[in-house]
Nanobody, 125 residues
Framework: VQLQASGGGLVQAGGSLRLSCAAS????????VGWFRQAPGKEREFVAA????????SYADSVKGRFTISKDSAKKTVYLQTNSLKPEDTAVYYC???????????????????WGQGTLVTVSS
């Protein structure tokens, strides 16, 4: 699987952005796609994940209620709708794919073996 992230930009606090992760490859039935982010000087952290088959989702507490992860199977694209953005959401956002993950492992970076390039989200106060 190859991933291409897009949709980042500069937005004021309280605004919204929709990030996209376009996937290519042969089979998606057993993959989980996750969004992670890395702020300057900080470690990369889990944001949200969605299982391709069945659509189960998981969110970090810091974004729950503000961000929504979804997928369009026909377009092979996973979206991250980010609402009510805060300056602390500023980071490079990455999408990643892993095979055979179970819900308890969605947040583990090491379980994802395919990463897209990042897209920068900057939230001004």
């Amino acid at each position: 699987v190859q991933l291409q992230a897009s949709g980042g930009g500069l937005v004021q606090a309280g605004g919204s952005l929709r990030l996209s992760c376009a996937a290519s490859g042969r089979s998606f039935s057993s993959i989980t796609v996750g969004w992670f982010r890395q702020a300057p000087g900080k470690e990369r952290e889990f944001v949200a994940a969605i299982r391709w088959s069945g659509g189960s989702t998981s969110y970090a507490d810091s974004v729950k209620g503000r961000f929504t992860i979804s997928k369009d199977s026909a377009k092979k694209t996973v979206y991250l709708q980010t609402n009510s953005l805060k300056p602390e959401d500023t980071a490079v956002y990455y999408c990643a794919a892993g095979v055979g993950l179970i819900a308890s492992t969605y947040r583990s970076l090491s379980r994802y073996d395919c990463w897209g390039q990042g897209t920068l989200v900057t939230v001004s106060s």
